[in-house]
């Protein structure tokens, strides 16, 4: 069964002070690892997608990473606009191609 | 404007009153599917759906239809609600297998 963990499950940060969040995962294949922000009361919205090991994607503040049994999201001198909950998810390659999500980072930049 | 619509945001029903919620997206996305979001339990797929006419069970299926008729809609079936069910549900859709999804704005649903 795939299982994607989260960690930590909570994060406050003075605005500037740069952090990473863990997305540790197990998949039978790999299909794509994903990332999403969701903030209070709306749906996630997409960040990134990493397919394989070794892959780097930034926007802006925002850089996720990818190995064999963990992402990351780096977040350089964040904002207080950065303050939400960050999601990972994982898809699996086989005909069934389900998503599994992990149950969040909530991140809250202080100003 | 690209997006995935949910009617309705919000609904309060009752035990065993059959529901629809509809999902509809306009960027002619072959994947869609349907998550619910408890807290503490995080987003859990229900149904998700590859293309028209095909369909495949999420983690949580029990207690809810889905069909796929037209590429553009996605809807929901509760035939006989019960309080378990009340929850925040999302809608997503993607262009292929293994790209970010578009997310719904979330129907509230609360079964008494």
């Known amino acids: 069964e795939d299982q994607v963990t989260q960690s930590p499950e909570a994060l406050r940060l003075q605005e500037g002070e740069s952090s990473s969040l863990n997305c540790s995962y197990t998949?039978?294949?790999?299909?794509?690892l994903f990332w999403y922000r969701q903030d209070p009361g709306k749906g996630p919205e997409f960040l990134f997608t990493?397919?394989?090991a070794g892959e780097e994607k930034e926007k802006e503040r925002l850089k996720a990473t990818l190995t064999k049994k963990e992402s990351f999201l780096h977040i350089t001198a964040p904002k207080p606009e950065d303050s939400a909950t960050y999601l990972c998810?994982?898809?699996?390659?086989?005909?069934?191609?389900?998503?599994?999500f992990g149950i969040g980072t909530k991140l809250q930049v202080i100003p | 404007e690209a997006q995935v619509t949910q009617n309705p945001r919000y609904l309060i029903t009752v035990t065993g009153k059959k529901l629809t919620v509809t999902c509809s997206q306009n960027?002619?996305?072959?994947?869609m599917s349907w998550y619910r979001q408890d807290p503490g339990l995080g987003l859990r797929q229900i149904y998700y759906?590859?293309?028209?006419?095909?369909?495949d069970k999420g983690d949580v299926p029990e207690g809810y239809k889905v069909s796929r008729k037209e590429k553009r809609n996605f809807p929901l079936i509760l035939e006989s609600p019960s309080p378990n069910q009340t929850s925040l549900y999302f809608c997503?859709?993607?262009?292929?297998?293994?790209?970010?999804?578009?997310f719904g704005p979330g129907t509230r649903l609360t079964v008494l």
């Open positions: 990493l397919y394989s």
């Open positions: 960027m002619n996305h072959e994947y």
């Open positions: 759906s590859m293309n028209v006419e095909v369909t």
């Open positions: 997503a859709s993607s262009s292929f297998q293994g790209n970010g999804q578009f």
């Open positions: 998949v039978s294949g790999l299909r794509g």
């Open positions: 998810a994982v898809q699996n390659s086989g005909g069934y191609q389900k998503v599994t």
